[in-house]
């Protein structure tokens, strides 16, 4: 909603009604101004033409009802709220409009006082904060402080022509609408655009709950998607299109050739995970090539077998699956050594792949979005300095340290250890899970 006088809109068939509803209220113009509809259809027109900030409207009308002229304000204007008043009530009618997200239930007769208080508290502005711009936040990031903080809000998201809406209750995302599109294929929609704009809609509750799975399972599958699909934001996030090519050969005496798997792109074979083995591409596989022989003219065909040598490690092909993987690491890690309290795996645009913590009161994801938080202030703070692009930060508190470990640029190792630990240990061992991941990710090499 735009800045300025609240605007509440009475939409009932009885004129007269109207008429004395909105002569009574105009006492309160310095805080709101009253409009009026004798009809539903009327109400969606003045709707599309001016911000309302509440609707309150009669169930029985000829034409578009009040219940249905609830659910197009929930459908079209999620943050306008509506109170029902009707003279023909009754329990199932008021569970109905309470199903449909109305934000009280009248029976006529009513006080008009008691409408007017309704109103004044309908209206009220809850929001208390700072209202600014800030250009460099992701959406991902937005997305995550709405569920670490709980919220019950909503995210509407517009690039264009385009607009989506994401709605969050108790730290989860609910439901999420795009075009046509709802539930997670919507959310996905809207997470696979590279810019736009957003409004919080403190509050918002959506009409049905669309998405059950854990949040950062839902981040983590937008991430597969567009690993899948490559180009636009996923090169950005070091995700590259996937290619039905296996590099076979590494003679060691050339530099890695741009194409292969080695271009610092999240991309890599895929793997056999029952049998640990590459699946080959669709061009090398026996059902392509008769016999299992190398099909003629072939590049790998023209090179001796001698000068072949040994199939280099491959990877998880799956942003999931390689989540998973560094999963394991960071479990292993901090559960076999005693100085590590915590680690998490986290992109340069917040998202965490990886974390496991083991301090009581203290959750992975917590410190995944925390690290995002220390390395953006670190970034700025060395590069005003000129000391060039952050590589490692080390910060000692009277509890302990948490230590941040950049990889190839790509994503950031965040390690919690005990006051006491040994440091230099800290960070060999750090560093070699770095290499680890680097070579999960698919990144030229670890630091």
């Known amino acids: 909603m735009k800045d300025g006088p609240k605007k509440v809109l009475i939409v009932d068939d009885e004129e007269i009604l109207t008429w004395i509803m909105s002569k009574t209220l105009s006492k309160d113009r310095k805080k709101y101004e009253v409009l009026v509809a004798n009809d539903g259809n009327k109400a969606v027109e003045i709707m599309e033409s001016v911000p309302i900030d509440l ?21 079209h204007h999620p943050a306008t709220k509506v109170i029902i008043m009707t003279a023909y009530g009754n329990p199932e009618v008021q569970k109905e409009a309470n199903e449909r997200g109305c934000l009280h239930y009248l029976e006529k007769p009513f006080k008009i006082e008691d409408l007017r208080n309704l109103i004044l508290e309908a209206i009220k502005v809850e929001k208390k904060g700072f209202v600014g711009q800030v250009s460099d936040l992701q959406l991902t990031d937005l997305i995550q402080l709405s569920c670490l903080g709980k919220m019950k809000t909503a995210l509407s998201v517009s690039k264009e022509d385009q607009e989506g809406i994401i709605y969050f209750q108790d730290g989860e995302i609910v439901h999420a609408e795009c075009g046509k599109l709802s539930g997670e294929e919507a959310l996905y929609t809207i997470l696979g655009w590279e810019g736009g704009d957003f409004t919080t809609i403190s509050g918002a509750e959506p009409l049905e709950r669309t998405i059950d799975r854990p949040w950062q399972e839902l981040l983590i599958e937008a991430m597969r998607r567009k690993d899948e699909e490559g180009g636009g934001q996923a090169e ?42 590459p699946i080959p591409p669709r061009h090398l596989r026996p059902s392509a090539v008769p016999d299992g022989g190398i099909p003629s003219g072939s590049v790998i065909q023209s090179i001796p077998k001698e000068d072949i040598g040994e199939p280099r490690a491959m990877r998880p092909r799956s942003i999931k699956e390689k989540a998973r993987l560094i999963q394991s690491i960071l479990e292993t890690w901090t559960q076999e050594t005693e100085e590590i309290q915590g680690a998490a795996v986290v992109t340069l645009q917040g998202l965490t792949l990886a974390s496991h913590v083991r301090e009581a009161g203290f ?36 509890q302990g340290t948490i230590h941040l470990y950049v ?14 630990a040994n440091i230099g240990m800290v960070h060999i061992e750090s560093r070699e899970h770095c290499k680890q991941i680097a070579e999960i990710l698919g990144l030229k090499r670890g630091v």
Do not use: C, W
Request: zero cysteines.
């Open 236 to 277: 950005e996030e070091g995700i590259g299109p996937q290619e039905d090519h296996v590099d076979l050969v590494d003679t060691g005496d050339r530099e890695p050739s741009k194409s292969s798997t080695d271009t610092g792109d999240f991309n890599a074979p895929e793997i056999d995970f029952e049998t640990g083995q």
């Open 407 to 420: 990889i190839e640029s790509q994503a950031i190792l965040s390690v919690l250890a005990k006051p006491d």
């Open 363 to 398: 959750t992975g994801e917590k410190l995944g979005a925390l690290t995002a938080a220390i390395y953006k202030v670190g970034a700025k703070g060395v590069r005003a300095l000129r000391r060039g692009p952050l590589e490692e930060l080390y910060l000692r508190g009277q």
């Open 55 to 75: 609707v309150i409207t009669d169930i029985r009308m000829p034409g578009m009802s009040g219940l249905d002229l609830l659910e197009h304000i929930k459908e």
